[in-house]
């Protein structure tokens, strides 16, 4: 009986899809082999006048300031998906421990995974160049630190900014799929584990870890997602000034920098979807070949 109805359920879902996402990618990918100027075709009524094959590919390239933001949102990346799957996971293992107030503590570290991407970016544009450069850090604060003011106004102190703003907002996020994960390990593990004689570090790496593998899977596909694609904290915090940008804002700066040319952002465009769907394929096989049968 489900089969019988699976097709009919699914059809609508299938066919938005493919008018919201798919036909304008196609689309899109095709724009980004032409002399495409937002409103209209350089040299040509249609896309096929205006065809310019790889070109704009090549110059994505040779292109000084995407190769920039292609390093600094790696740099970012490989830290911030470290950083918050750890945080996320010590949030699950604490709440895991608590015997009451669960879900009050839950809610508290998922709070700021509501906030929208700009209103989060300027909150804490103003945390860091009034609390922190002032009156926590500054040189006349009460913890005077150098490497934490002014930290929007720097190419190396604004990742470690962005960094403190991103663990803030995903952990929680993360950490209520690491909780889920880890409530459904059974205790008979750890009991007999605990017999036989394991501490509680051997036990969190020779039970939790693999049987948590599903979780893991899931969290680092997000954080690398949402890594790559950060871009609302990035605008609001520097704008792209100081040698800030990632990759997310480069290619929304594009039009600008080049007089409209909106094929070679496409092209950049292009570029930037195929570099995340192979990093986040590849790490989907790897976690996925580590998951064990609870």
Do not use: C
Not at 148 to 160: E, S, Y
Not at 198 to 219: C, D, N, Q, Y
Not at 247 to 266: E, F
Request: hydrophobic letters at 55%; proline letters at 4%.
């Amino acid at each position: 009986m489900y089969k019988k109805w699976f097709l009919p359920f699914i059809t609508p879902a299938i066919i938005l899809f493919s008018l919201v996402v798919g036909l304008p990618f196609i689309i899109g990918v095709l724009y980004s082999f032409s002399a495409w100027r937002g409103v209209y075709f350089k040299g040509g009524d249609n896309i096929f006048h205006a065809w310019v094959g790889f070109e704009n590919y090549k110059k994505v390239f040779r292109n000084p300031d995407f190769l920039h933001a292609l390093l600094y949102t790696m740099e970012f990346t490989v830290i911030a998906v470290i950083a918050v799957n750890l945080f996320a996971m010590a949030q699950a293992l604490l709440i895991n421990a608590v015997g009451r107030a669960v879900g009050f503590f839950r809610a508290t570290f998922f709070l700021p995974n509501l906030l929208g991407g700009l209103a989060l970016g300027y909150i804490w544009l103003f945390i860091y160049e009034n609390i922190f450069s002032s009156v926590l850090f500054g040189p006349k604060g009460l913890m005077p630190f150098e490497l934490l003011t002014n930290m929007t106004q720097d190419h190396t102190k604004n990742l470690i900014a962005l960094l403190i703003m991103f663990v803030w907002q995903q952990s929680g996020y993360m950490m209520v799929i690491y909780a889920t994960g880890l409530a459904s390990i059974s205790q008979d593990y750890y009991e007999a584990a605990s017999i036989d004689g394991a501490g509680p570090v051997k036990r969190f790496v020779h039970i939790t870890v693999p049987l948590l593998m599903p979780s893991i899977t899931i969290v680092l596909f997000m954080t690398l997602a949402n890594s790559f694609k950060l871009l609302d904290p990035n605008v609001a915090l520097t704008n792209g000034e100081y040698d800030t940008r990632m990759l997310a804002l480069q290619i929304l700066r594009v039009p600008k920098d080049t007089s409209n040319n909106y094929g070679l952002a496409q092209a950049e465009a292009v570029l930037f979807f195929l570099i995340v769907a192979a990093i986040s394929i590849a790490q989907v096989i790897a976690t996925k070949s580590r998951e064990v049968e609870a």
